[in-house]
């Protein structure tokens, strides 16, 4: 199989969709790997790097998507990119299809194969390529969190940690998944008053012995979450319905209650946001104000990051990125996992999450397969 990376043109978009020690594993399988010239540099990979690991540098991101079987890449295609995609042709990387009717729409035209890292699961129910950038993410959240809170970048000019003598930061991250458990770990490690908000009370018992009393948990009830949002300097979005939209847990009306210069970081923005006012935001242009409160929603927080961010995603994609091309369709029809992955093909919505959230008819992943 031929499989092709093109760079990445999201703006400030660094990471790769494929490493040079990945190309390696593909090459060592078989495969005949295509890299857009200069794809890696944001990682401090050049084209050389790339030739030595086995790969053939092609000149441009249209003649990856003109010779490749399988697209590899990091964030969902842009316009100029779906509308290069046809059948027969694999797409993996991640889609975040719920809140984006647009790339939905361009996807199920194209007629591509397009799995979502961000669906695939694992035998214990996880996301495990979602996992790794997640990581990131909720590490991410609070750094960009506490410099929103400087004074002069809108913030109302309050340390996460104190100092003798002066009070921590409140910070309240909402939802204690993978996201959450990071976010609270940087949190508190800054010195900062850290509360988790989750509505698993067998979660919030494992975030308990995690944190051995380090943190506060709550169940996180409408009173609850008002009161708690309230209080806070820094409020952390992270909840995740799998493949779905979030959830807005923290609507317009309760920004009127919250502290003027107090900070959003809505981590769930790459499936629409948690928080009512939220909208996506870029690297170069982070922050907006809605009623005095800081928002910050970029929707691709690891790309600050590539270097981490970009191996530690490839070290999670690389083993069902082989699948994939050693097997093809038969990779997706023999591994629920991957199949799970599966959200558009030939032309039809494969996941349910996604069908039900844009109004798509479904058809079942398996039916699919059988079908084409």
């Known amino acids: 199989m031929i499989v092709g990376c093109p760079k990445e043109i999201k703006n400030h978009e660094y990471r790769v969709g494929l490493t040079p020690g990945s190309v390696r594993e593909y090459v060592a399988h078989g495969h005949t790997v295509i890299i857009e010239t200069g794809a890696g540099l944001g990682i401090g990979a050049d084209d050389a790097a790339y030739m030595s690991a086995g790969a053939k540098i092609v000149a441009s991101a249209a003649d990856v998507f003109a010779k490749a079987d399988m697209v590899v890449k990091v964030k969902e295609p842009q316009p100029s990119e779906w509308v290069q995609l046809k059948e027969g042709q694999i797409l993996y990387t991640y889609l975040h299809l719920a809140p984006d009717a647009e790339q939905t729409k361009g996807l199920v035209e194209s ?56 009070g921590p930061g409140k910070v309240v991250v909402i939802g204690g998944g993978v996201v959450g458990l990071h976010a609270a770990k940087m949190a508190v490690g800054l010195g900062a008053d850290v509360t988790i908000l989750d509505r698993s009370l067998p979660r919030l018992r494992q975030l308990d012995d995690i944190f051995a009393g380090r943190v506060h948990t709550r169940y996180s009830s409408i009173e609850a979450l008002e009161s708690e949002v309230f209080s806070a300097d820094m409020v952390v979005g992270a909840v995740l319905i799998p493949g779905a939209a979030a959830p807005k847990l923290v609507t317009r009306d309760m920004l009127t209650g919250m502290k003027k210069g107090s900070v959003i970081v809505d981590v769930a923005i790459d499936q629409g946001g948690c928080f009512e006012t939220s909208h996506a935001t870029t690297h170069s242009d982070p922050t907006f104000v809605v009623n005095d409160v800081v928002h910050y929603c970029v929707a691709n927080m690891p790309g600050a990051v590539p270097v981490t961010s970009a191996h530690a995603l490839n070290n999670a994609t ?42 798509y008819d479904l058809l079942a992943a398996d039916a699919a397969l059988k079908a084409a």
């Open 318 to 359: 690389l083993v069902h990125g082989l699948a994939l091309a050693d097997r093809g369709l038969s990779a997706i029809a023999e591994d629920v996992h991957l199949r799970n992955g599966l959200n558009v093909h030939k032309g039809r919505i494969t996941n349910k999450a996604v069908a039900e959230a844009l109004g």
């Open 111 to 166: 007629g591509v194969t397009a799995v979502a890292y961000e669906t695939v699961t694992d035998e214990r129910g996880g996301l495990p390529l979602l996992a790794p950038m997640s990581e990131v993410a909720g590490r991410l959240s609070i750094q960009a969190g506490a410099t929103a809170l400087q004074k002069a970048n809108g913030g109302l000019g309050k340390l996460l940690g104190g100092v003798p003598g002066v």
